[in-house]
């Protein structure tokens, strides 16, 4: 099958805008920067510093002070893995700049079904991302503020529906409204880091006071198991280094270059926080305690409990409402190129005006708003769930890499293989570490959706072939000939609504037939209507035939089906068309004032008959 079988390509409706003072391509106004793009698309891997150090110190509090001491270490290895995904992410761009990331590499490299995979473990991160960013950015809020817990759920909706609003008018307009909030973040992570090393104690233990210690007691090793546990826990840190090769295309020209520096941007951040915050967990001796986090506990330490930790706190929690835009701006783009290829309908494939895959947006926040309202706004019972799809797309990105560098053998091309293949090994493992150990946590819906997603993708793109095969996508048709027609016109009196549907059926078909139904029970009302109208009908004259169609239920829309398939069976006409005319009212309120006569012939015609059906309307 050669393309989308819409009649037109997705986006040619678009109009071309005037070209602005700059010179640039219009649309480039509503792409993105280099510093754009590290707004808008790393705010998922910028928050989860706020979480990721976390989940590896509860992971070792298991073993005590003791295990503690693996900290820096295990986020070593990570940061290990943070810079060869960064380095094959950037390989990713320059060789996929219409964006898709593992999609494409799979799809280019491994096959169909490896590429729908990762685009369904895409999918599926992309909307978990922003559930479990929102309930985590509203519960960090109604931790501040308990007297809202009860109305956690409305304030997770509410924080979408801005989420989704802000994008639904373009990413880059997006990118300029989450700038601030993310410097912010940046900027208190790296003060409470560089304020850190400069203190032999902590400034202040006031957060931690009074809060019960997670912290194992009598544990002097750490076992393999453990460690690989914590690894895999941590990696959640890297959830959404991949949106920025996602959406290569969201970028101004030159759009790869823009790509790349923010990809690079975003790794020496991100590896700078991890190592930092890890840094500074073993210089306080740090422990986890319950009702506080482990940021909390190290801005109070580094900063005081005065105003720059009420400051952090503050950013926190906006970073991680907001850190849900990194879906918005990467999964619209890939549900368009999934849409592209078939496996998607359509209507993702277009877009609106600012650039903005309109449909791939609201697409996601309403299926994030379900999620929300199932989870009751509990971030605990989305987040095992969190790091297993985009772990899913990291290990078959690196593998498909792997092949596209032994395909391509261009310079150094053995060096950039091995980093992928150790990439992949590192990803992979990760990827059966926390499939194991949460599959009882929810990690079973993951194992459940990924295959059914999958299944669904290749039944859509089953439906799309069956459509283009019956359309003759990509064959030359047959010469035109003239076709013999009949347009029906459904009618149940005289009106304009009457003379205008019967002028535009005898401008479009060789014949035209007028069909009224008559009920044969003995009602004298309905023999008297069927009377008025025979009388009126010989009284006018439109030069149309009516033709009555008796039936004795008191049906409308089935009689008239009947009476098509039987002139269908005769085969004395090439083509018939069906022109129901009826009345569209100025006021969305009126309709509900109308009869729905047009809707029930409608139907019955598209069930029983292969006529065309068409709807006139007269609007009033």
């Avoid at 991890?274 to 506080?292: C, D, K, S, T």
Wanted: some cysteine; aromatic content about 6%; hydrophobic content about 50%.
């Amino acid at each position: 099958m050669s393309g989308p079988v819409d009649p037109l390509p997705a986006g040619v409706q678009e109009a071309a805008e005037p070209e602005p003072p700059d010179s640039r391509p219009a649309d480039d106004r509503h792409r993105l920067t280099a510093l754009g793009g590290l707004a808008a698309l790393s705010l998922d891997a910028m928050a989860s510093v706020a979480y990721g150090p976390e989940s590896i110190v509860l992971v070792l509090a298991a073993a005590g002070g003791y295990g503690l001491g693996f900290t820096l270490p295990v986020t070593a290895a990570i940061a290990v893995l943070l810079a060869v995904l960064v380095a094959s992410y950037r390989q990713v761009i320059a060789a996929f700049p219409d964006g898709g990331g593992s999609y494409a590499v799979a799809k280019a490299h491994l096959g169909r079904r490896a590429a729908l995979t990762a685009a369904a473990s895409l999918v599926i991160d992309y909307i978990l991302n922003v559930a479990v960013s929102v309930t985590a950015g509203v519960a960090a809020l109604t931790s501040a503020f308990p007297g809202l817990y009860a109305d956690r759920v409305w304030l997770c909706l509410g924080v979408l529906a801005l989420v989704t609003a802000v994008n639904l008018r373009g990413i880059a307009e997006s990118a300029r409204w989450f700038m601030a909030p993310t410097a912010v973040f940046v900027l208190s992570i790296l003060a409470i880091i560089v304020v850190g090393l400069f203190r032999d104690a902590p400034a202040s233990t006031e957060a931690a006071a009074g809060h019960a210690s997670a912290l194992a007691g009598n544990a002097t090793a750490v076992g393999a198991l453990l460690l690989l546990k914590a690894f895999a826990s941590g990696c959640s840190a890297l959830t959404g280094v991949e949106a920025i090769a996602n959406a290569v295309p969201s970028f101004r020209t030159p759009g790869v270059k823009r790509a790349q520096r923010t990809e690079v941007a975003l790794g020496a951040l991100l590896g700078v926080m991890l190592i930092g915050l890890a840094v500074l967990i073993g210089r306080f001796h740090l422990q986890p305690v319950e009702g506080v986090t482990v940021l909390a506990q190290l801005a109070d330490a580094s900063l005081g409990h005065g105003f720059g930790f009420y400051l952090v706190q503050f950013a926190t929690v906006v970073l991680l409402a907001l850190a849900a835009n990194t879906s918005f701006g990467g999964l619209p783009v890939l549900m368009h190129l999934l849409a592209r290829d078939n496996h998607l309908p359509h209507v993702f494939a277009l877009r609106a005006d600012r650039q903005v895959h309109r449909h791939g947006v609201l697409f996601l926040a309403l299926v994030s708003a379900a999620l929300l309202v199932a989870s009751g706004g509990d971030v605990n019972s989305l987040v095992p769930l969190f790091a297993i799809g985009v772990f899913v797309g990291f290990t078959i990105c690196q593998v498909g890499m792997v092949r596209h560098w032994r395909q391509q053998r261009g310079p150094g091309w053995h060096g950039k293989a091995l980093l992928n293949g150790f990439g992949a090994l590192l990803t992979g493992i990760a990827t059966l570490v926390v499939t194991g150990t949460k599959f009882t946590e929810g990690a079973w819906g993951i194992c459940l959706a990924l295959p059914l997603m999958v299944l669904l993708f290749e039944v859509i793109q089953r439906a799309y072939a069956r459509i283009g095969e019956r359309l003759g996508l990509g064959r030359v048709p047959a010469p035109v000939t003239r076709q013999r027609s009949l347009v029906i016109v459904p009618v149940h009196a005289i009106t304009r609504l009457t003379r205008d549907a019967l002028s535009a059926a005898v401008s479009l078909g060789d014949e035209v037939q007028a069909v009224t139904v008559v009920h044969t029970a003995p009602d004298a009302e309905d023999r008297q209507a069927a009377e008025a109208l025979r009388r009126d009908w010989e009284l006018w004259r439109p030069g149309v035939p009516l033709v009555e169609i008796p039936d004795g239920h008191r049906r409308l829309g089935r009689p008239i089906a009947d009476h098509v398939d039987a002139l269908t069976a005769e085969r004395a006409y090439d083509r018939i068309t069906v022109l129901i005319p009826e009345v569209e009212p100025a006021r969305l309120w009126q309709r509900a004032l109308q009869n729905q006569r047009g809707a029930v012939i409608d139907r019955a015609l598209r069930r029983r008959t292969d006529a065309v059906v068409c709807r006139l309307r007269l609007r009033t």
